[in-house]
């Protein structure tokens, strides 16, 4: 992970934990409650910590200009995700106070996505007076094979019917969380159509509730860049109860190594500001390598030199070597 881009504020202590990455700092505008002017010493904070290195608590100094008395600001949250005491205490005399906030509950794949707000009437109050929260704890990966078999096999149900006419298939390297069994890595599975890569995570630790959360595609025609995203996930942040996500058919299912996606138009496709249905035929469906070679005895390789580079065989994933699809 590279190391961190951290911005000083001008007379402005430094976050006390060290161990994050991607870190943004803005300047904050100010607010008045009543006759004091209190200010946040930054008015983002965004990490991705590693697994297992988040530090126990992120702490933050907020400023005021008038310490003639002792005084409490009252903080909000937005989201109700991050963890921290509900005010901050000035003593009579001191300028500064810190705001802590308890990262103790940030566990691999788990993020906190917040925003907290200087009170009273926020609200109602223009300019920055808060501090918005991006925090997020990543996985380990590992390469995921099975049966002598170092890669998986992709039917691009949702851009290769656009490009190709037909959902082609081929394979892709295939990694799955330490922390998280059944959490699968793509790498960079539709880089044919993309000048960048871009990963794609498909959860599927619960096999009866495979789902793909929002994410980007790195795909660009011209519109806007696309991302896509399962329907479970879809009415899952919508709110919508499992049972009643499953009876709609909406999940995806991981059954004998394969997982599928039942029905039509299963996927969310986004570009730009726009929102369309994909996966029209039904036929997104990856399988993974406990179960490649059995299903490419039923398969055409017409499209293979869609996949990326994969190993062909234990001997060359010992050694490292890679080798293109035929």
Same mark, same amino acid.
């Given at each position: 992970?590279?190391?961190?881009?951290?911005?000083?504020?001008?007379?402005?202590?430094?976050?006390?934990?060290?161990?994050?990455?991607?870190?943004?700092?803005?300047?904050?505008?100010?607010?008045?409650?009543?006759?004091?002017? @209190?200010?946040?010493?930054?008015?983002?904070? +965004?990490?991705? #910590?590693?697994?297992?290195?988040?530090?126990?608590? !992120?702490?933050?100094?907020?400023?005021?200009?008038?310490?003639?008395?002792?005084?409490?600001?009252?903080?909000?949250?937005?989201?109700? &995700?991050? &963890?921290?005491?509900?005010?901050?205490?000035?003593?009579?005399?001191?300028?500064?106070?810190?705001?802590?906030?308890?990262?103790?509950?940030?566990?691999?794949?788990?993020?906190?996505?917040?925003?907290?707000?200087?009170?009273?009437?926020?609200?109602?109050?223009?300019? +920055?007076? #808060?501090?918005?929260?991006?925090?997020?704890?990543?996985?380990?990966?590992?390469?995921?094979?099975?049966?002598?078999?170092? #890669?998986?096999?992709?039917?691009?149900?949702?851009?290769?019917?656009?490009?190709?006419?037909?959902?082609?298939?081929?394979?892709?390297?295939?990694?799955?969380?330490?922390?998280?069994?059944?959490?699968?890595? !793509?790498?960079?599975?539709?880089?044919? #159509?993309?000048?960048?890569?871009?990963?794609?995570?498909?959860?599927?630790?619960?096999?009866?509730?495979?789902?793909?959360?929002? &994410?980007?595609?790195?795909?660009?025609?011209?519109?806007?860049?696309?991302?896509?995203?399962?329907?479970?996930?879809?009415?899952?942040?919508?709110?919508?109860?499992?049972?009643?996500?499953?009876?709609?058919?909406?999940?995806?299912?991981?059954?004998?190594?394969?997982?599928?996606?039942?029905?039509?138009?299963?996927?969310?496709?986004?570009?730009?500001?726009?929102?369309?249905?994909?996966?029209?035929?039904?036929?997104?469906?990856?399988?993974?390598?406990?179960?490649?070679?059995?299903?490419?005895?039923?398969?055409?390789?017409?499209?293979?030199?869609?996949?990326?580079?994969?190993?062909?065989?234990?001997?060359? !994933?010992?050694?490292?070597? @890679?080798?293109?699809?035929?």
């Amino acid at each position: 992970m590279k190391a961190l881009n951290t911005i000083l504020l001008a007379a402005a202590a430094l976050i006390s934990a060290t161990s994050c990455s991607n870190r943004a700092y803005e300047h904050t505008a100010s607010y008045t409650p009543g006759n004091e002017v @209190y200010t946040f010493e930054k008015s983002s904070v +965004k990490a991705v #910590y590693e697994p297992g290195q988040a530090p126990a608590t !992120l702490e933050v100094t907020i400023a005021r200009d008038n310490a003639d008395k002792a005084a409490t600001l009252v903080l909000a949250s937005a989201a109700g &995700q991050a &963890q921290f005491a509900p005010a901050v205490n000035f003593e009579k005399g001191a300028r500064e106070a810190t705001l802590t906030i308890d990262l103790a509950n940030l566990r691999a794949g788990s993020a906190i996505n917040d925003t907290i707000f200087l009170a009273p009437d926020f609200k109602t109050k223009a300019g +920055k007076n #808060y501090i918005a929260l991006d925090l997020s704890m990543g996985y380990t990966w590992t390469r995921l094979t099975d049966a002598g078999c170092s #890669y998986a096999l992709l039917t691009d149900g949702l851009i290769s019917p656009a490009v190709c006419g037909t959902s082609a298939t081929f394979p892709v390297m295939i990694e799955e969380a330490v922390e998280a069994p059944g959490m699968y890595r !793509l790498i960079n599975p539709l880089g044919v #159509y993309s000048k960048s890569e871009n990963d794609l995570i498909i959860d599927a630790t619960n096999p009866n509730e495979v789902k793909v959360l929002r &994410q980007s595609t790195g795909i660009n025609f011209g519109q806007g860049s696309i991302a896509i995203e399962s329907l479970g996930a879809y009415h899952e942040g919508k709110g919508r109860r499992h049972s009643t996500i499953r009876m709609a058919g909406y999940y995806g299912t991981l059954d004998n190594g394969i997982i599928t996606f039942a029905g039509a138009d299963s996927f969310n496709l986004y570009t730009g500001s726009e929102k369309n249905r994909t996966n029209h035929t039904g036929t997104f469906r990856i399988v993974l390598p406990s179960m490649v070679a059995a299903v490419e005895k039923t398969i055409s390789k017409e499209h293979y030199n869609m996949g990326v580079a994969y190993l062909q065989s234990p001997e060359a !994933l010992a050694a490292g070597h @890679y080798a293109m699809a035929d």
